[in-house]
């Protein structure tokens, strides 16, 4: 089992930077998949970025350039850094952890960070 913890939103204007942290308490996070996911009311949660064991990525096009997730396995720790901010990245973002690997359904969340983007 693995509990997470976010942190790192915030209140940032448009084209700005901003870097999220998951704090990820467990003994496997080195041997599991990543990623982060955000929602905003009346929608599904959407993945936003995603890390393998191999520190292969993957990104949809929505944020794609702009988006870059990594991840520390000796803190036990995933990132998201996020830079030329745009509204439409306003959401709630979650960090989750994958054990089935890329394109797996994720077993457990944190509670989410909000990020609004101010325009």
């Known amino acids: 089992q693995v509990q997470l913890v976010e942190s790192g939103g915030g209140l940032v204007q448009a084209g700005g930077p901003l870097r999220l942290s998951c704090a990820a308490s467990?003994?496997?996070?080195?041997?599991?998949?990543m990623a982060w996911y955000r929602q905003t009311p009346g929608k599904q949660r959407e993945l936003v970025a995603e890390?393998?064991?191999?520190?292969?990525?993957y990104y949809p096009d929505a944020v794609k350039g702009r988006f870059t997730i990594s991840r520390d396995n000796d803190k036990s720790t995933l990132f998201l850094q996020m830079s030329s901010l745009k509204s439409e990245d306003t959401a709630v973002y979650y960090c989750?952890?994958?054990?089935?690997?890329?394109?797996?359904?994720?077993?457990?969340w944190g509670q989410g960070t909000q990020v609004t983007v101010s325009s």
């Open positions: 890390i393998g064991t191999d520190e292969t990525t």
């Open positions: 467990g003994s496997i996070f080195r041997v599991i998949a």
């Open positions: 989750a952890s994958q054990p089935g690997g890329a394109n797996s359904d994720p077993d457990y």
